[in-house]
C-alpha cells in the first residue's frame, strides 16, 4: 500500500529495458527541468521544468488543422510548415489531438508516484534477472526532492535496486536526504576548469565536486560519467586534474567515457531551440582510447559508454 498523500511529479520519459543507467536490466524515469544547460545536452527535452510543445517538421503534412484547434493564436502556417510562437503557448495540447500525422507532441506530464510506480513493477521480473533496477535520471532528479524521495521511499520498500543520475548541482542536504535509499549515484564530472564549467554548463563546478567528495566519504556507492567533448574538456590537463580528483576519493567504482555525439540535435529543432556546439565533431576512437588510458593510469577503473 502507498502512503499518502503523494505528490506529483513532471516526468518527460519513462524508457524501459534500458542497459546503460546502472547495472542489469532497468528502468529508466526521466525528470523535467535541470538547473544546469550543458550545451552538449542530448535531452533539451528535460531542461525546462514545465512541459512544452515539440513540432517535428519532417512529419509535418502543411494541412493547417493545428493552428484552427489553437485558442491562444500560438501556431500559423508558413510555407507548408508551421510557426510556433512559444510565448503564447501553454501548452494545452489541442493541436496535438487534431494533428493527422503525429507531427506535434507534448514533452512532459505530471505523474503520481502511484502512476509510476506501476510502470516500474511491470518489469519486476526483468530486473530479478538480471539484478537491474530502476533508474532517476533527468533533466536532473534533485530539482524535484520530494517527489524523487517519495519514489526511492517506494522502490525501497520493495527492495527495487535504485540508481540516481545526478549533476550534482544542488544543496548537500538534498542529497543527503535521499542517499540511504540510493544503491548506486551515477554523477556527472563536465570540467574541472571552473571558468569553462561556467560558460559551457552556465554554473560553477565548486558545489558539484564538493558534494562528490562528501556523498564519497559518506560511503555511497558512486560511479562517474565524463562526457568527451573535444576542444573543451578534452584536454590531456583536464584529463589529469579530473582523474587526480577522482582517484583521490574512496568508493567510486569506475568512470565511464561518454564520447560527444549530435543525436540530439534535431531535438533541439523541434523545440524551437538553439543548438551551439554546431561545428564540434564526435572525438576519434584513439582520443577515447587515450583519455580512457591516461584515468587507468591514476588506478581507475573505467569503462566506455554507460552502464
Ligand atoms: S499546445 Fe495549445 S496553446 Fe500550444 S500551440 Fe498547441 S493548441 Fe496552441
Ligand atoms: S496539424 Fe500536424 S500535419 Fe497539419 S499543419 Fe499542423 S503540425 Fe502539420
Request: aromatic share 8%; proline share 5%.
Amino acid at each position: 500500500m502507498l502512503a499518502a498523500p503523494m505528490k506529483n511529479g513532471v516526468i518527460f520519459d519513462i524508457r524501459k529495458y534500458s542497459i546503460h543507467d546502472g547495472p542489469g536490466i532497468r528502468t529508466t524515469v526521466f525528470f523535467k527541468g535541470c538547473p544546469l544547460r550543458c550545451w552538449w545536452c542530448h535531452n533539451p527535452e528535460g531542461q525546462d521544468v514545465e512541459p512544452e510543445l515539440v513540432y517535428r517538421k519532417s512529419r509535418c503534412l502543411g494541412c493547417d488543422e493545428c493552428s484552427k484547434s489553437c485558442q491562444r493564436e500560438a501556431i500559423s502556417l508558413v510555407a507548408q510548415s508551421i510557426s510556433v510562437n512559444r510565448e503564447k503557448c501553454v501548452p494545452c495540447n489541442n493541436c496535438c489531438r487534431v494533428c493527422p500525422s503525429d507531427a506535434l507532441s507534448i514533452a512532459g506530464k505530471q505523474m503520481t508516484v502511484k502512476e509510476i510506480l506501476e510502470e516500474i513493477e511491470k518489469d519486476r521480473t526483468f530486473y530479478e534477472e538480471s539484478r537491474g533496477g530502476v533508474t532517476f535520471s533527468g533533466g536532473e532528479p534533485l530539482m524535484q526532492p520530494d517527489f524523487l524521495n517519495a519514489l526511492l521511499n517506494e522502490c525501497k520498500e520493495r527492495a527495487t535496486h535504485t540508481a540516481v543520475n545526478t549533476c550534482g548541482f544542488a544543496q548537500y542536504e538534498i542529497i543527503d536526504r535521499i542517499r540511504d535509499k540510493v544503491d548506486l549515484f551515477l554523477y556527472d564530472i563536465k570540467t574541472m576548469d571552473n571558468r569553462k564549467h561556467r560558460k559551457y554548463t552556465g554554473a560553477s563546478n565548486e558545489q558539484i565536486l564538493k558534494n562528490l567528495k562528501k556523498l564519497a566519504e559518506s560511503g555511497s556507492s558512486i560511479v562517474i560519467s565524463f562526457p568527451i567533448i573535444p576542444g573543451i574538456n578534452d584536454g590531456d590537463k583536464n584529463v589529469t586534474r579530473t582523474a587526480e580528483f577522482i582517484s583521490s576519493l574512496p568508493n567510486i567504482q569506475q568512470v565511464n567515457l561518454l564520447p560527444y555525439h549530435r543525436a540530439g540535435i534535431e531535438k533541439y529543432k523541434n523545440l524551437g531551440k538553439p543548438y551551439k556546439l554546431d561545428k564540434i565533431q564526435p572525438p576519434s576512437n584513439q582520443r577515447v582510447k587515450s583519455v580512457k588510458e591516461k584515468m587507468e593510469a591514476f588506478g581507475i577503473r573505467v569503462g566506455i559508454g554507460g552502464g
